[in-house]
């Protein structure tokens, strides 16, 4: 079964940037896989960031970006600011109606 | 304003069910797919469910193919599932959301199911 693959951790400096990636355990990540990612801090409900690659949610600032990075999918922070600090998810459609997460990247500003 | 609500949660004991609700306003719920993603303690999100505008497509992930349904009533707006068969490893918090271009565009506040004797 293809596990899609997130760093556990990360950390940046706050004004700093950070890329983070979303893999596959075997393969490589393209447009095909509608990649999305979404950010959630303790106790709230998941915020939608990035759909289809790169098309930011309404309301997402324009420092949260998409794109696809060599064999995988990335979200790209820029000037990170202290509320930056949560949990980040992407998740990735398989095809057949079957879509799969990410463990999560576990993000600090510091 | 678009929302998603949620409903259902309980606590149940382990071979119960349940069902859970989301009702939807502010956009075209017909026109729109939508999910359910559910999230142990402490754990990550993991999809659950998918259907399609008119309900006649339904997706499981493998973990609770057989045991959930999903289903929708597109005159209430309003997206379900019928939760058969829990176990302890069903334990979450269960949100439905909005697909769009195969990713999901809005999220609930989340619905908690606990199952346990």
């Known amino acids: 079964q293809t596990v899609v693959t997130q760093e556990p951790s990360f950390s940046v400096s706050p004004g700093g940037t950070v890329t983070l990636t979303c893999g596959l355990s075997?393969?490589?990540?393209?447009?095909?896989?509608?990649p999305s990612w979404y950010q959630q801090s303790p106790g709230q409900a998941p915020r939608t960031l990035i759909y289809s690659t790169n098309t930011r949610s309404s309301g997402v600032p324009d420092r949260f970006s998409g794109s696809i990075l060599g064999n995988k999918a990335a979200l790209t922070i820029t000037g990170a600011q202290a509320d930056d600090e949560s949990d980040y998810y992407c998740?990735?459609?398989?095809?057949?109606?079957?879509?799969?997460f990410g463990g999560g990247t576990k993000l600090t500003v510091l | 304003e678009v929302q998603l609500v949620e409903s259902g949660g309980d606590l149940v004991q382990p071979g119960g069910s349940l069902r859970l609700s989301c009702a939807a306003s502010g956009f075209t719920f017909s026109t729109y797919w939508m999910h359910w993603v559910r999230q142990a303690p402490g754990k990550g999100l993991v999809w659950v469910s998918r259907i399609n505008s008119d309900a006649r497509s339904t997706n499981y992930a493998d973990s609770v193919k057989g045991r959930f349904t999903i289903s929708r009533d597109n005159a209430k707006n309003t997206l379900y599932l019928q939760m058969n068969s829990l176990r302890a490893e069903d334990t979450a918090v269960y949100y439905c959301?909005?697909?769009?271009?195969?990713?999901?565009?809005?999220w609930g506040q989340g619905t908690t199911v606990t199952v346990s004797s």
């Open positions: 075997s393969g490589s990540v393209s447009t095909s896989y509608y």
């Open positions: 998740v990735l459609y398989m095809g057949s109606g079957i879509w799969v």
């Open positions: 959301a909005r697909d769009t271009a195969y990713g999901m565009s809005v």
